[in-house]
């Protein structure tokens, strides 16, 4: 008996071990960022480094915010973000009901040609996009980044995937009682996959943060900027000063790392949906 | 029970409708399904479907300066031949996605393994873990070039109390590509961890107990039940990760300066793709990259398909 829980405790000893120094190595370069964004540029390149900063140098913030239209930046992001979501989720479960739930001629042909996308990778689509986007005269607007992010072939067929799973005769009650396709795909289908949207939600908003190359292909003017590659010209006017390029990419994740501290449980059940399916 | 014959009743005095009736609700049906389809269908083909056959069109073509282009046949496909650029930036994904599948793969079943036990601090353990995973990569290349930087980096400082002189980690030529990898597997351990962990437990605890009756060990257990009963989760990601990695450009773009020697050893199959097609205007060969890309991952993608019958298990 005392053995064996000796032995447990020194497993568990082991397992606690390897998950705390991996936990380390995970929070260590972010630690390292905030500590760094709040040093003064001497400090910053002291040798021993200085771990913690004699005083905290909130003036690295002002000054990202002040040299470049960081704020800007910034609501750009959430507008970006906020719309592309918004959008695909209404847009990705309308097709995705009617795909799951009504039976009309060319369904397969359609659901095909919408999943040979998602067998693509994303370079292939990026020039002739562009190209439609100086046709337009879209370059460096925002809705160069939202109108190609409001359609996606992967959250109409994740969604699809939910609806598949509902049963049939909640429907059929709805149909008897005269709602037409709209109304029972407003009224009851989309309450019911609620898991699936929260999940399509999270990974377009994590996306549409966090993307580079393609707002940085139509967007060049700071007006017009997302945060992504608001930080790739900030590393261009900034080359060495990394108190003020840690400051601004601390603010660039700050809101994605709160939104994540609030809605944790979402977010990994989210990760987890969309990777399971 | 009794209600049953009472609805065939009803039924049969409503049949000769019927026909009538299914007709419309069927014309009602195609509408609102085609209503509801449209903006996606149309959105997908203008963004997404007709521009894969414009590539595909302009990888056949040539681009002069004011945006014309002409036809020039198979000459951007002769082109790469001779791209000792394209062909080393082929050798380098290969090697970032050697390193990073696999290894990163590990480490994030170890994790949840790990994580699937009986044990305190579950949660706060993959909150830590998960933190890359919602940071933006252009953030993450910045804080880890800062830790590799040669003279004031953390992490030379920290080799330097044991006496060693630490490299320079993302401009030497012969290591940045490394220094990348491991910033790739960091970044993604906690995205896998994530769908393992989920899969981990979709596993029955009663495999677990019939083992540990039998007296199994940790590493027994774990190749008799949990890896064939994990198999295709591990296939699933492998095939996730090995297309993720092939698209690798964020932290390259980021962290290896335009200028710097080590942009040979590390540029990206993606890198090269961008550099063409809106740095230097060369968008014809651009096109011919990704349409190189497409088919080296449907290749690899059927590859993958055809050996997991080998080791992946469904039941």
């Keep these: 008996m005392e053995r ?18 991996g936990s380390v190595a995970m929070v260590v370069p972010f630690l390292w960022m905030i500590l760094t964004s709040l040093k003064t540029y001497a400090e910053s390149i002291q040798v021993p480094p200085v771990i913690i900063p004699e005083d905290f140098q909130w003036g690295n913030y002002k000054e990202v915010f002040g040299l470049l239209p960081f704020f800007k930046f910034m609501y750009n992001t959430v507008i970006v973000t906020v719309l592309r979501t918004v959008g695909q989720l209404f847009l990705c479960s309308l097709a995705a009901y009617a795909f799951a739930r009504i039976e009309f001629p060319g369904r397969n042909i359609l659901f095909i040609l919408a999943l040979s996308v998602l067998m693509v990778p994303g370079q292939v689509f990026l ?90 292909i139509v967007n060049s003017s700071p007006e017009s900027m997302t945060l992504s590659a608001g930080l790739s010209s900030l590393q261009g006017q900034y080359l060495t000063n990394y108190p003020i390029l840690m400051a601004g990419s601390f603010l660039a994740i700050l809101p994605m790392l709160i939104l994540f501290i609030i809605l944790q449980k979402q977010f990994i059940e989210g990760i987890a949906v969309t990777g399971g399916k | 029970m009794k209600e049953l014959p009472l609805q065939v009743e009803v039924k049969s005095k409503k049949v000769f409708k019927v026909s009538n009736l299914t007709k419309t609700r069927k014309r009602s049906d195609y509408f609102w399904a085609y209503l509801m389809i ?39 496909y002769k082109r790469m031949l001779e791209d000792t650029n394209l062909i080393k930036s082929f050798k380098n994904t290969g090697i970032y996605i050697i390193f990073t599948v696999p290894i990163g793969i590990f480490l994030s079943i170890l994790v949840a393994v790990l994580l699937n036990q009986n044990i305190k601090g579950k949660s706060v353990y993959r909150t830590l873990y998960f933190l890359p995973v919602i940071t933006m990569p252009a953030a993450i290349a910045m804080v880890w070039k800062w830790l590799y930087n040669s003279d004031f980096g953390l992490l030379n400082y920290l080799l330097s109390l044991f006496g060693i002189k630490g490299p320079q980690w993302a401009s030497d030529p012969k290591i940045a590509l490394y220094s990348i990898i491991v910033v790739g597997i960091w970044s993604g351990i906690g995205y896998n961890m994530v769908i393992f962990l989920s899969g981990l437990q979709g596993i029955p605890k009663t495999y677990y107990e019939a083992a540990e009756m039998d007296g199994a060990g940790p590493f027994r257990v774990f190749f008799t039940i949990t890896m064939p009963l994990l198999s295709p989760v591990i296939f699933f990601v492998s095939i996730m990760s090995l297309i993720g990695a092939f698209q690798v450009f964020d932290l390259i773009f980021m962290m290896i300066g335009k ?28 096109a011919a990259i990704a349409v190189l890309l497409l088919i080296v991952i449907l290749i690899i993608t059927a590859i993958q398909m055809v050996l997991q019958k080998k080791w992946v298990h469904y039941d």
């Design chain 1, 4 to 21: 064996t829980r000796q032995l447990l405790t020194s497993k568990t000893f082991l397992i606690h071990l390897v998950l705390i120094v």
């Design chain 1, 127 to 216: 020039l002739p996009q562009y190209m439609i986007m100086v046709k337009l005269g879209w370059l460096n607007s925002l809705q160069a980044v939202i109108v190609p992010g409001l359609f996606s072939a992967f959250g109409t067929f994740l969604l699809r995937q939910f609806f598949m799973g509902l049963p049939k005769e909640l429907e059929e009650a709805a149909r008897l009682d005269g709602c037409n396709h709209f109304q029972i795909y407003w009224k009851i289908m989309l309450p019911l996959a609620k898991p699936g949207l929260i999940a399509l939600g999270i990974f377009t908003t994590l996306w549409s943060w966090n993307e580079l190359m393609w707002p940085m």
């Design chain 2, 38 to 76: 449209a903006p996606t269908m149309l959105g997908l083909f203008i963004f997404y479907l007709w521009p894969i056959v414009q590539t595909f069109y302009f990888s056949f073509t040539e681009w002069g300066a004011f945006g014309q282009y002409e036809w020039t046949g198979l000459d951007n």
């Design chain 2, 259 to 286: 200028s710097s020697t080590a942009l040979e050893n590390t540029q990206s199959i993606v890198y090269l793709f961008y550099q063409h097609a809106f740095v230097l205007n060369d968008k014809g060969y651009a």
